[in-house]
T-cell receptor, first 115, second 113 residues
Framework: DTGVSQNPRHKITKRGQNVTFRCDPISEHNRLYWYRQTLGQGPEFLTYFQNEAQLEKSRLLSDRFSAERPKGSFSTLEIQRTEQGDSAMYLC?????????????FGPGTRLTVL | GQQLNQSPQSMFIQEGEDVSMNCTSSSIFNTWLWYKQDPGEGPVLLIALYKAGELTSNGRLTAQFGITRKDSFLNISASIPSDVGIYFCAGAYSGAGSYQLTFGKGTKLSVIP
């Protein structure tokens, strides 16, 4: 199965610590997206990359959050000085460019708990 | 952030019954998508719709892109226990170079055997 993969699947951290998550998209997909999902809500968009360029960022992405996709393949999402409100599922998705670009395929997510 | 209005919030149905759910938006979209999410997993794409009025099927699932471009509907026929989960609608308007999906809050489906 060559779907989207995310690591780690679960992360527990103490408030104030930094955390980093990794996403490996479907290999031929040029676009990569990050979303955040809290309990009882749908996913909310954070940012997206086309190849290595970060083209769009949500207002939800505070300056404590940074995402990179250095070689246009895998991506990392770092949260600095974590707060309890950062506890959520962080989802990564990928898609092709072109007519079906809005068909985004999601990974299993990383569940973050900030104590 | 903006979210779509999805209804109902939850449904309890008997196995074998048909299910209908819908999603409305105050903005127009040029793509509507339906996803299913199981606990602790990411959403799985079920159906994508690209044209107003379009009706698309995927097995027992049928979805429609509303003619106003502000709504979409999902029907599941002859429900089975593995249909249990949370169904999300999502819309996209990529005309301005944005490819973010806007999601509803989900419809939680429970199937009674």
């Amino acid at each position: 199965d060559t779907g989207v993969s995310q690591n780690p699947r679960h992360k527990i951290t103490k408030r104030g610590q930094n955390v980093t998550f990794r996403c490996d998209p479907i290999s031929e997909h040029n676009r990569l997206y990050w979303y955040r999902q809290t309990l009882g809500q749908g996913p909310e968009f954070l940012t997206y990359f086309q190849n290595e360029a970060q083209l769009e960022k949500s207002r939800l992405l505070s300056d404590r959050f940074s995402a990179e996709r250095p070689k246009g393949s895998f991506s990392t999402l770092e949260i600095q000085r974590t707060e309890q409100g950062d506890s959520a599922m962080y989802l990564c998705a990928s898609s092709l460019i072109g007519g079906r670009a809005n068909e985004q395929f999601f990974g299993p997510g990383t569940r973050l708990t900030v104590l | 952030g903006q979210q779509l209005n999805q209804s109902p919030q939850s449904m309890f149905i008997q196995e074998g019954e048909d299910v209908s759910m819908n999603c409305t938006s105050s903005s127009i979209f040029n793509t509507w998508l339906w996803y299913k999410q199981d606990p602790g997993e990411g959403p799985v794409l079920l159906i994508a719709l690209y044209k107003a009025g379009e009706l698309t099927s995927n097995g027992r699932l049928t979805a429609q892109f509303g003619i106003t471009r502000k709504d979409s509907f999902l029907n599941i026929s002859a429900s089975i226990p593995s249909d249990v989960g949370i169904y999300f609608c999502a819309g996209a308007y990529s005309g301005a170079g944005s490819y973010q999906l806007t999601f509803g809050k989900g419809t939680k489906l429970s199937v009674i055997p």
